[in-house]
């Protein structure tokens, strides 16, 4: 825990305070042709005597916290080169410009609209649409398997855990190939004279996501449940029975009660996951019609190049994540607290 949690965590808040470029110096180099020779000038990283590039960092407080929550617009990245002459420094506001995710600029005054608060609800609503589904889709499936005889619930659990063992990327991709504009789902529907553009609308891109979510989810929780549902206390229910208890009732106030450390369990887990959301906005979007507060945090890694404004996007991730697990976390901690 210490070597793979506590220790990168801490590194990636200490990358988020700073902010480090390389010194850049103007040369002039000669550039051979099929006409001849002729002289340019460019730039070209400084090195040390070593031959290592000489880059200068700079301790920058919130200020990459403040430009990922949009609360900095006047203030732009700083720059990844500084060339001589120009007095530049890593934290200079006017040596460069901030890259901004498809779609969430703002309109005509070219700064960049609040990406993560964009995210961050897209983020929310996609755990509040999939966590119901996951929780009560798992339970059925749980109680169905539970009712087949030994030979049928084994193939039932073995089709039902597919989508979970498939990787996320897969899994996105299934979905895609589905809904494609040429995909099968869209073929069926043209049969009756329906007509969607799956991944060229907002809504129906979203829906596809939501829609990866659940179908990619509820196999977790369904073995969870069924492993719970094998310890529920038979005494209990042939009481129950004998004091003439339906089979509602009995699920009602036996075994949803010997479930409920699951239930908060599987919300635990599943919160954790979704709000790390990537792969199917990734594999169905890219990015062009939503994004997520991990999509954020990959944007501004590798389009803008700002491993140190990514670094503040990851803690902030966490953060989220930490926060949005506090009431599971205290109750919890009440439950075992109290045994």
């Given at each position: ?13 200490y990358?988020?305070l ?18 001849g ?9 400084k ?17 990459h ?32 410009g ?6 969430n600029t ?22 509040f649409?999939?966590t ?19 030979r049928w ?8 855990l ?12 299934s979905?895609?190939?589905l ?10 529907l043209?049969?009756?004279g ?7 609308e ?33 005494d209990?229910?042939?009481?129950a ?21 699951l ?14 959301v ?12 939503t ?7 990959y ?11 990514a670094?503040?996007a ?6 989220g ?9 205290v ?9």
């Amino acid at each position: 825990m210490l070597g793979l949690m506590a220790i990168p965590l801490l590194m990636t808040f200490y990358l988020s305070l700073r902010q480090c470029a390389l010194e850049m110096e103007t040369v002039t180099v000669e550039q051979s042709g099929p006409f001849g020779t002729q002289q340019i000038v460019t730039q070209r990283a400084k090195v040390d005597a070593s031959g290592k590039t000489i880059e200068r960092c700079e301790y920058v407080g919130l200020r990459h916290y403040l430009r990922v929550l949009g609360l900095d617009r006047d203030a732009t990245d700083p720059p990844t080169n500084m060339g001589e002459g120009a007095n530049a420094t890593p934290s200079d506001p006017s040596a460069a410009g901030a890259a901004t995710v498809a779609g969430n600029t703002a309109s005509g005054s070219g700064k960049p609209a609040n990406e993560f608060f964009s995210a961050l609800r897209f983020t929310l609503t996609y755990i509040f649409a999939t966590t119901p589904f996951v929780l009560g889709i798992g339970l059925l499936l749980a109680l169905g398997a539970q009712q087949l005889n030994t030979r049928w619930r084994a193939v039932f659990i073995t089709a039902a855990l597919l989508p979970f063992i498939v990787t996320p990327v897969v899994a996105a991709l299934s979905i895609k190939w589905l809904f494609r504009d040429n995909g099968l789902i869209p073929y069926l529907l043209s049969q009756i004279g329906v007509q969607v553009f799956w991944m060229a609308e907002a809504w129906s891109a979203q829906l596809l996501i939501v829609l990866y979510g659940v179908w990619h989810s509820v196999p977790f929780a369904f073995i969870v449940f069924f492993a719970g549902l094998q310890s529920v206390p038979q005494d209990s229910l042939e009481a129950a029975t004998i004091d003439g208890a339906t089979k509602f009732q009995r699920f009602r106030y036996v075994t949803v009660p010997h479930l409920m450390p699951l239930f908060v369990f599987v919300l635990l887990i599943h919160i954790m996951d979704a709000y790390r959301v990537f792969e199917p906005i990734i594999v169905l979007t890219q990015g062009a019609f939503t994004t997520s507060v991990q999509y954020l945090t990959y944007h501004i890694l590798l389009q803008e190049s700002n491993p140190f404004k990514a670094s503040a996007a990851s803690v902030l991730t966490i953060a989220g994540v930490a926060v949005l697990l506090i009431p599971l976390l205290v109750k919890t901690y009440r439950e075992q607290r109290g045994t």
